[in-house]
């Protein structure tokens, strides 16, 4: 990792973890913003095939706005350089945003130039519970209609409950949905935020907000949305989804996500990057069991189904992979099928990168 503090850039190989390249832009007074939950172990290349997102992407962005230059060797060897350490540059066809998330599909990316940003100010954290997954979606509706917070989380239920059964962390049972907020506004404005934030989770019914300016106590509800894949990953087999919608349609996907967990008996605990509409329904079942099994992928396509119908996509930052790809159609249509495959064919005619993934 080779950090450029005049053009505020990292230039590093693929190789190369989320966490290390936050590390080394922070010894310079900078900072690289997409941070997906699993940025400890996480590597950049992965980062980039997938356009992968994260807890603070609704107000800083996901991967691809901040990839400046990428070195990418073509089926045929051909070694392309396409952007650089330049801000601006619309020479030619947008290219390099191209590979930024086409899951290795289309070229190997052997060095990226990373655009950095000043290191994130000082943040305040707002708790705030609710007594249904409804109330607080419909509280994140709120909020993102009047501004950006740099994060707005969410769990339920089941998934508050699975962090507390895999690490007790005092969070409270009891309550339908959680919501983590923070701002990191400069100044007075911070307050300003945290109180437009507040507001709006007390008229969408919170039953108890809670806000604090101290780092500690901020993270320790930050860590606990972290953990909550893992936490649910030790109550059985899961089926990760990834879908997303606008955000005026997050309460209604929600309300359909817990629909399909009753038509076919499977627990979907959920938790969601939920100021950008993007949500993480995980099916548990019993992989020994074949009825179960056969429940959790009839759950699997009718999440997918949901979210299309609402006007989301099927897959907001983990990517399409080989899971998804049966399903890749019903999104975008014959059209954008067609068109998906001609570029595959153009840079990899004999179909050897990633074979079998995505297209």
């Known amino acids: 990792v080779e950090i450029d503090t005049a053009c505020q850039v990292a230039v590093v190989e693929p190789g190369a973890l989320n966490a290390e390249v936050k590390a080394a832009a922070a010894e310079e007074g900078l900072w690289y913003p997409p941070d997906p939950s699993s940025y400890e172990i996480c590597s950049?290349?992965?980062?980039?095939?997938?356009?992968?997102?994260?807890?603070?992407?609704?107000?800083?962005?996901?991967?691809?706005?901040?990839?400046?230059?990428?070195?990418?060797?073509?089926?045929?060897?051909?070694?392309?350089?396409?952007?650089?350490?330049?801000?601006?540059?619309?020479?030619?066809?947008?290219?390099?945003?191209?590979?930024?998330?086409?899951?290795?599909?289309?070229?190997?990316?052997?060095?990226?130039?990373?655009?950095?940003?000043?290191?994130?100010?000082?943040?305040?954290?707002?708790?705030?519970?609710?007594?249904?997954?409804?109330?607080?979606?419909?509280?994140?509706?709120?909020?993102?209609?009047?501004?950006?917070?740099?994060?707005?989380?969410?769990?339920?239920?089941?998934s508050i409950n699975a962090v507390e059964d895999f690490r007790a962390m005092g969070l409270d049972r009891s309550s339908g949905a959680l919501l983590v907020a923070q701002s990191d506004a400069?100044?007075?404005?911070?307050?300003?935020?945290?109180?437009?934030?507040?507001?709006?989770?007390?008229?969408?019914?919170?039953?108890?907000?809670?806000?604090?300016?101290?780092?500690?106590?901020?993270?320790?509800?930050?860590?606990?949305?972290?953990?909550?894949?893992?936490?649910?990953e030790a109550r059985g087999s899961l089926l990760l989804e990834d879908v997303g919608v606008p955000v005026p349609m997050l309460p209604r996907l929600l309300g359909?996500?817990?629909?399909?967990?009753?038509?076919?008996?499977?627990?979907?605990?959920?938790?969601?990057?939920?100021?950008?509409?993007?949500?993480?329904?995980?099916?548990?079942?019993d992989a020994?069991?074949?009825?179960s099994v056969k429940r959790a992928r009839e759950a699997f396509e009718a999440v997918m189904a949901c979210a299309i119908a609402l006007g989301g996509t099927i897959t907001g930052e983990h990517g399409v992979g080989r899971t998804k790809r049966h399903a890749l159609p019903a999104q975008l249509g014959p059209d954008v099928m067609a068109l998906n495959h001609r570029i595959k064919h153009a840079l990899d005619p004999d179909g050897i990168l990633n074979p079998g993934a995505v297209l």
């Open 44 to 158: 950049i290349g992965g980062n980039i095939a997938t356009n992968a997102g994260g807890l603070c992407c609704v107000k800083y962005g996901v991967t691809t706005d901040y990839v400046l230059g990428l070195d990418v060797v073509l089926a045929d060897g051909t070694l392309v350089v396409l952007g650089g350490k330049r801000i601006k540059d619309v020479a030619g066809l947008s290219l390099m945003k191209l590979f930024v998330g086409s899951e290795g599909t289309l070229g190997v990316v052997t060095r990226a130039v990373l655009r950095l940003v000043p290191e994130q100010g000082a943040r305040s954290t707002l708790v705030a519970w609710f007594a249904t997954v409804d109330a607080a979606a419909h509280a994140v509706v709120a909020v993102r209609r009047t501004m950006r917070p740099s994060m707005l989380e969410l769990m339920d239920q089941a």
């Open 256 to 285: 359909r996500i817990a629909e399909v967990a009753t038509t076919y008996q499977v627990e979907i605990p959920v938790v969601a990057h939920a100021g950008d509409g993007n949500t993480h329904p995980i099916i548990v079942y």
């Open 186 to 232: 400069p100044g007075g404005a911070r307050g300003d935020e945290s109180e437009v934030i507040r507001a709006a989770c007390e008229a969408a019914g919170a039953t108890e907000v809670f806000l604090t300016d101290d780092a500690g106590e901020g993270e320790q509800f930050v860590a606990a949305r972290r953990i909550a894949f893992h936490a649910i």
């Open 288 to 291: 020994a069991d074949p009825e």
